[in-house]
């Protein structure tokens, strides 16, 4: 069964660091990828998503995400990030044209102003 | 308006009871999707719907059941509540080829 692991449970930032959060999947054929973000008290809102094309992906609010075909991987990025990225973030992978997604564990992002 | 839907938003049940999740959509997608969401296990899938005749189990299908009452309309029942059901429960739906929308959610708790 296809699995989808996120490297880091929690991570702490100050205003203005960068981030990277890690994706990594295990299937091996033609797959979509997404980004989901949940903020506090919220549903999961999408993020970003990849299909097919650039392997680099842009998304809402200056997130960016790359999907590296070799290593399973499709890891978000920020350069700079804000207090009110506060949330939790998950990656999901749908096999393409599959039958259901598939989320990760989570990563839960905290802040610090 | 929102597209997704959940009602009740917080639940307190007792064990035993019976209780049921309602899900509604206005996207007009066929798909339809309950999950639970646990403090460090992500999203479980419970049940998905791909039409109004089309049910089936997820990985954590055990306890739970579903209707499908409409194209717009997918409720989760709990037939005989348990402590270790208490959970964050999502609804999604999905056209097929493209992302899935989430509702609210649902806080349910069983004392």
């Known amino acids: 069964a296809q699995s989808v692991s996120q490297h880091n449970h929690h991570v702490i930032l100050s205003e203005a660091a960068s981030l990277e959060l890690g994706c990594n999947y295990s299937y091996g054929g033609t797959v979509n990828l997404f980004w989901y973000v949940q903020y506090p008290g919220q549903h999961l809102q999408l993020l970003l998503k990849?299909?097919?094309?650039?392997?680099l992906v842009k998304g809402i609010k200056g997130f960016e995400a790359e999907f590296i075909k070799s290593k399973f991987s499709f890891n978000l990025r920020k350069p700079s990030v804000q207090w009110s990225d506060t949330a939790e973030y998950f990656c999901a992978v749908r096999e393409f044209y599959g039958q259901n997604f598939v989320f990760g564990p989570g990563t839960r992002l905290s802040v610090l102003p | 308006d929102a597209d997704v839907t959940q009602t009740p938003r917080n639940r307190i049940t007792k064990t035993g009871k019976r209780i049921m999740l309602e899900c509604s959509q206005t996207k007009g997608h066929d798909r339809m999707y309950w999950y639970r969401q646990d403090p460090g296990l992500g999203l479980r899938l419970i049940y998905y719907?791909?039409?109004?005749?089309?049910?089936n189990k997820g990985e954590i299908s055990d306890g739970y059941s579903v209707s499908r009452q409409a194209q717009a309309k997918f409720s989760l029942s709990l037939e005989s509540a348990i402590p270790n059901q208490t959970a964050l429960y999502f609804c999604?739906?999905?056209?097929?080829?493209?992302?899935?929308?989430f509702g609210p959610g649902t806080r349910l708790t069983v004392t």
């Open positions: 719907s791909f039409d109004v005749k089309d049910i």
């Open positions: 999604a739906t999905s056209s097929g080829v493209d992302e899935q929308y």
């Open positions: 990849y299909f097919s094309g650039d392997p």
